[in-house]
């Protein structure tokens, strides 16, 4: 919807299938059956941009198990962007090594920094949710976010999912 070719990974063909259905323009399976990341990841995502010369930005949610692995992804002076830690903290990354990749760019952010006053969290909830009241009430969001959920558990049951 706004111009980028989005390269989606996930740990499993079904979760590969839900983000190719979600509108992901590629979508590959990082794991092999035996749980470990396939060796040819980094080789395929360059032959998908343009030229193989890597993606502008990766948004890594896996961690430990993929960050390095995105590092490689990215194309001179891209940018990763580390948020999620679903195999573990992702490991320490040596400054020089961004040079070597190509004066990459590493950011972990987290949502409370973004979200500093009641001010902010209104304007970025509105771009998420659109205008409840006000003005501009009924306008269309800047940005649609349209939720997955796979499973709906009660309370007492949370820790299953």
């Known amino acids: 919807q706004l111009g980028a070719t989005v390269i989606a990974l996930a ?8 983000a190719k259905a979600h509108g992901a323009d590629h979508s590959l399976v990082y794991r092999e ?8 990841l980094v080789d395929e995502v360059r032959r998908l941009t343009p030229g193989g010369e890597g993606c502008d930005v990766v ?10 692995l995105s590092l490689q992804c990215l194309k001179p002076r891209g940018t990763l962007v580390l948020y999620g830690n ?11 090594l961004l040079a070597e990749y190509g004066s990459v760019f590493l950011t972990r952010p ?11 969290t209104t304007w970025r909830g509105t771009e998420l949710y659109g205008y409840p009241s006000g003005p501009h009430a009924g306008e269309e969001p800047l940005h ?16 299953e999912g």
């Open 86 to 96: 679903a195999s573990g903290p992702a490991p320490p990354v040596p400054p020089l």
């Open 11 to 18: 740990g499993s063909i079904g979760k590969a299938e839900i």
């Open 59 to 68: 948004y890594d949610s896996v961690g430990k198990d993929t960050a390095m």
């Open 33 to 40: 059956l035996d749980g470990s990341v396939v060796s040819w």
């Open 144 to 159: 649609r976010l349209e939720p997955v959920l796979q499973d709906v558990l009660p309370l007492e049951r949370a820790a």
């Open 110 to 120: 987290k949502l409370h920094d973004y979200m500093l006053n009641e001010e902010e």
